[in-house]
């Protein structure tokens, strides 16, 4: 028998006044049987950091032709779809075709090396962004998310401050490569 998905229920609070973009939001989640609380806490991350009213989460890993997150327009185009992790040029080249723009958050004790591999191919691509989320601080509040959590995040500067049922992180965002 198949295992079945965790649910978490998040009360988001978003002040990020780098985008001058402030919300509340109720999330319900599945966190995928083989996802670990700290990948769910990168989405987390990832969702807050480009929140507006038509983002929303998609299959995940379940599903893998469709990002972590994405945005849709009124009329069904994908403005911007969101990766999490360490995907490969080939793949990001496949959803530039299908977006308008890509941002990825890659996260672990890896990412340099993904990126020394990757970024060359990658930062040739048009319309893509990179960001590297600190394994740290995604793994303190991993540890401390719940299926039941409030989640505070602030954005100011590039500096992200985030609490998760008390336990806090503080850490810069770290652009590895921006739009062309």
């Known amino acids: 028998m198949a295992l079945k998905p965790t649910i978490y229920k998040i009360a988001l609070q978003l002040a990020n ?15 995928h049987p083989s996802e670990t609380t700290d990948r769910l806490m ?26 972590e997150i994405w945005q849709h327009s009124r009329d069904g185009r994908i403005e911007h ?29 890896s990412t340099p090396t993904w990126w020394k591999k990757h970024g060359d191919a990658i930062g040739a691509l048009p319309r893509t962004e990179v960001w590297q989320l600190p394994w740290d601080e995604i793994s303190t509040l991993g540890a401390a998310l719940t299926r039941n959590a409030q989640i505070s995040i602030s954005v100011s500067g590039g500096h992200v401050y985030a609490e998760v049922e008390g336990t806090t992180a503080d850490f810069e965002l770290v652009l590895l490569i921006t739009p062309r």
């Open 42 to 67: 990168a989405r987390l991350l990832g969702f807050a950091l480009n929140h507006s009213k038509d983002l929303e989460f998609t299959r995940g890993l379940s599903t893998s032709d469709e990002p």
């Open 81 to 109: 779809w969101i990766e999490l992790g360490q995907p490969e040029e080939p793949r990001l080249r496949k959803a530039l075709s299908r977006a308008e723009r890509i941002s990825v958050y890659s996260y672990g004790a």
């Open 17 to 31: 006044s780098d985008r001058a973009h402030y919300a509340e939001a109720g999330l319900t989640i599945a966190r």
